[in-house]
């Protein structure tokens, strides 16, 4: 019995099984579990987000029964964000070399204790003795280090997904593959925010933890009996191979040069010296900034900036993922297909429309428009999300540091995700008079970010083209 919880625990990627030699059973065997590869890293990420979102429309529960402030509730929300943001870097470079079975599951099983954890905390009166508001305070640093906790784990998810989608997708292939992906952000937004919304609505916001804890922990052994690691772990040929798309003379070259290197001189060479990663990186800053201020803020923002009933502004909402999800498939396809495999002229198209919506949304006095407003937000926002710190982080690096250089990118999205939860709430609180929050400080710091996210990705769509002419010179 130890040995064999040993080995569960034990998350050492495989060794490389024998060689399949049955060309046949090595086209049934990719087929089927591609397929499986692809539905179970959607179905748990997508849980992922049930335990990750459903604080948005938990917050005003947790304003009204403990008095917290915008600039409180902030600093809880963003301690999600700040474990998430450093875990997404760490988990990267551990997931490299870790056995995706182990290591999606495990990740997800202990967002889901640490989602019930948080529901179960205590009400706040006569804690411990202590007058009301110590007792507010205490509760707020137990909520947030829980929710603290829940990041960290959540942070494990995406790096080992990125590694599968890698190694089981060649590159002609990948953008529209990612992007179907990715959807699972938006599906697993819009699903909590329905599923937790209802559920906080009739059973209180503790509730909206609970329950999708319980899910998150079911699917975690679920997944476990569905996933496996790389192909070559089922003794099948890379992927490039199977699908007969030659290697490029560059990447030819760059190949044999990096099986004579060790992992860290690969992570030093395309991670920590890479100059267009690290650009996208600063990039994907302020596209968290935007994406985390919509998906967090923009109910109380509905509620309290533009007076609309909780239940209207939770259904607006839902139109951000679930619109976004037709803008992430769409970037997918739009740069595989219409510009042959090059991201940067859809990011800038795409940041765009993320500006424009912003400033409609500032604007805009009828309520009903919202709904568009806000879904045209999501999907300019999402495309970015995937594209930037995902696919594009990916590509400009080594498959041999995928997860790496996707935790890379993700960490300083989380840094822009930490900004967007503290920023917003001190910029309404300190904006707002007698008490009365002001909503134009958060909208103009999300308008500004969306601008200098589209210089810098301006800059990044130049030095491809000097590439691209370059080489056919």
Known sequence: MLKKLGDFFNFKEPPVAEPIQDSDKVASMYKHWRIRIFYSCFIGYTIFYLCKKNIAVALPGIMQEFGYSATELGLLGSSLYLTYGIGKFVNGVLADGSDVRKFFPSALLMTALANILFALAPSGVGLLGLSSQMTAVVLLWVLAFLWGVSGWFQSAGFPAVAKSLTYWYSNSERGTKWSLWSCSHQTGTFLSFILAGHIAAHFGWRAAFFVPGMLALI???????????????????????????????????????????????????????????????????????????????????????????????????????????????????????????????????????????????????????????????????????????????????????????????????????????????????????????????????????????????????????????????
Not at 386 to 391: F, H, K, S
Not at 400 to 415: I, M
Request: proline share 2%; with cysteine.
């Open 219 to 473: 699917t975690a052994l679920w997944l476990f009996e569905r996933l496996r690691d790389r192909p070559q772990s089922l003794g099948l040929p890379d992927v490039e191979e199977f699908r007969n798309e030659p290697v490029k003379k560059q990447d030819e070259g760059k190949k044999s040069e990096e099986d004579e290197m060790s992992y860290v001189q690969i992570f030093k060479k395309h991670v920590l010296c890479n100059k267009t990663l690290w650009l996208l990186a600063i990039a994907y800053v302020f596209v968290y900034i935007i994406r985390f201020g919509a998906e967090d803020w923009m109910i109380m923002y509905l509620k309290n900036a533009k007076n609309i009933e909780l239940a209207d502004a939770t259904n607006m909402i839902a139109s951000l993922p679930l619109v976004g999800i037709c803008g992430t498939v769409c970037a997918g396809i739009i740069s595989d297909k219409l510009f042959k495999g090059k991201r940067a002229p859809v990011n800038l198209i795409y940041l765009v429309g993320v500006i424009l919506a912003i400033i409609a949304l500032k604007f805009n006095t009828i309520n009903s428009l919202n709904y568009v407003i806000i879904g045209l937000l999501g999907a300019f926002t999402y495309g970015p999300q995937m594209m930037i710190g995902g696919l594009c982080a990916v590509e400009s690096s080594s498959k041999k540091v995928a997860s790496a250089a996707s935790g890379f990118t993700g960490t300083f999205g989380y840094v822009g995700a930490f900004l967007s939860a503290t920023g917003t709430g001190f910029l309404v609180d300190k904006l707002g008079k007698d008490g009365v929050g002001n909503w134009d400080g958060a909208i103009y710091f999300w308008l500004v970010s969306g601008i200098i996210c589209l210089v810098i990705c301006t800059i990044l769509a130049i030095d491809e083209y000097r590439k691209d002419a370059a080489k056919k010179a």
